[in-house]
């Protein structure tokens, strides 16, 4: 209650409940940037799951209002700590639904990049009309490199429209150019074409990589060369050129890279970009894989092949067909998981890097279900067209695919999507699931165009 003497407005202010729904969003915030890179997660249980309890504790930090802010929110905006990027991202979250943009700039001008990236993600998902005016108003005037590249950044994930990008494009800056190069796919092609296309050559590989996704989706002849050359590069792979190129061309060009898988260093970014391919033809190659010893590339090889047919990969985890051998939760990801057995200790890699790839979390497939489900799908699914998730392939499947795939799926694809669409349709997979599912919703009922065979 309040303090009747002084006035206080911290007296109105139940400090423990708001220590609880500060800590809650920050554990909320955490599980769900985990669950962007889960294999397993999808944006129905995402949105249903995880999502709503942060948007409660995020809620009630917004109902405390200036209080809240001054003794709370403001220090860790102030003195944001690289250690800790989730509170940041809590607290520019709660700021920026407020209102109170401005003391964002700060985090997003930071040396540190991790600080950085928090205060984006923060502005990413507070997604609002509000953030977008604001992120144009602020890249009109004078800002600090860092400041302007992550408001770049915030623009491109948002998909906001910007003032010709022309001069940036040419800044001294790597990251600046970087950003505003991502930017730039949302505006005016004719105006920003050619200075992508130079950006084509640039030193740095990030630049490289933002110009080469939107040139593409302009119909760049030299964006599709470079996304050739890179992605069929032998000396290192470089695995989004990889994956567009499998998404974007036809089965010639499918099986030289399944010929890089000759190469151990090429194998498992081919894996992964030959799923996006959508060509039954190249069932038996990633059969070959799945019926190899090496765990990740057989999870890979299963994962690809569910992109392309549709199969379910808890149907054909190990042990699924045998119910004797089953115990309770056994199905699916965390009971293929759970009997994860350690490999021989003659097999084992001791220099090897110990951190766990998040493709670990996909269940090991059963190489006989793999087989029978392959077998059955090459006489089902005619090889001609190119196919996603066992349906024909066109923008509407696409779209479908990005509502029901795994999140780290469809991060990728997102960016075929991009392309696939002439720039047409964006959606940003880490923010809100709920903002995701709206804008899917609205790409939907647009009813865009076939997107062809090949």
Request: charged residues 20%.
């Amino acid at each position: 209650m309040a303090n009747a003497d002084t006035g206080d407005p911290e007296g109105d202010v139940l400090w423990d409940v708001v220590e609880e729904h500060l800590a809650e969003a920050q554990f909320g915030v955490e599980e769900l940037q985990r669950s962007f890179e889960r294999p397993v997660a999808t944006l129905e249980s995402t949105s249903r799951g995880i999502e709503p309890r942060l948007l409660a504790h995020i809620d009630g930090l917004v109902v405390g209002g200036a209080p809240v802010r001054v003794r709370l929110l403001d220090p860790i905006v102030d003195a944001a700590d690289p250690a800790e990027p989730v509170a940041l991202v809590v607290a520019g979250f709660v700021l920026a639904i407020s209102g109170a943009l401005d003391p964002l700039l700060s985090p997003l001008a930071h040396q540190d990049d991790g600080i950085r990236q928090a205060a984006v993600q923060a502005l990413a998902l507070a997604a609002s009309r509000r953030v977008d005016g604001w992120v144009e108003a602020k890249l009109s005037g004078a800002l600090a490199p860092r400041a302007r590249a992550s408001l770049f950044e915030v623009a491109w994930r948002r998909g906001v429209r910007l003032a010709p990008l022309v001069a940036w494009l040419q800044d001294p800056d790597p990251l600046v150019i970087r950003w505003a190069a991502h930017a730039a796919g949302h505006a005016d092609a004719a105006v920003h074409g050619p200075v992508l296309e130079y950006l084509l050559e640039h030193q740095e590989k990030g630049v490289r990589e933002a110009a080469l996704v939107p040139s593409l989706a302009w119909g760049s002849s030299r964006a599709s060369q470079c996304c050739r050359q890179w992605g069929l590069d032998r000396q290192k792979p470089q695995t989004l050129a990889m994956i567009l190129l499998a998404a974007l061309e036809g089965p010639a060009v499918h099986e030289e890279i399944a010929a890089l898988f000759a190469y151990p260093t090429h194998v498992q970014a081919a894996i992964v970009a030959l799923g996006h391919s959508g060509n039954v033809r190249m069932l038996p190659r990633l059969l070959e894989h799945v019926e190899g010893k090496a765990p990740l590339l057989r999870k890979l090889a299963a994962q690809s092949i569910s992109l392309i047919t549709g199969m379910n990969l808890g149907d054909v985890a190990l042990g699924v067909a045998s119910s004797a051998e089953r115990g309770p939760g056994a199905n699916g990801a965390e009971g293929a998981e759970a009997r994860q057995a350690l490999p021989p200790l003659e097999e084992d890699d001791l220099d090897a890097d110990l951190a766990p790839l998040p493709e670990d979390a996909l269940p090991d497939p059963d190489p006989h279900a793999v087989r029978s489900h392959c077998r059955d799908a090459m006489v089902r699914m005619n090889a001609d067209p190119r196919w996603i998730c066992g349906k024909p392939f066109s923008i509407a499947t696409m779209l479908e695919a990005l509502q029901v795939l795994p999140l780290r799926m469809r991060h990728s694809l997102a960016m075929v999507v991009f392309a696939r669409t002439r720039a047409a349709v964006w959606v940003d997979t880490r923010a809100l699931p709920g903002e995701q599912a709206r804008r899917l919703r609205g790409f939907a009922v647009a009813r865009p165009a076939p997107a062809g065979r090949w």
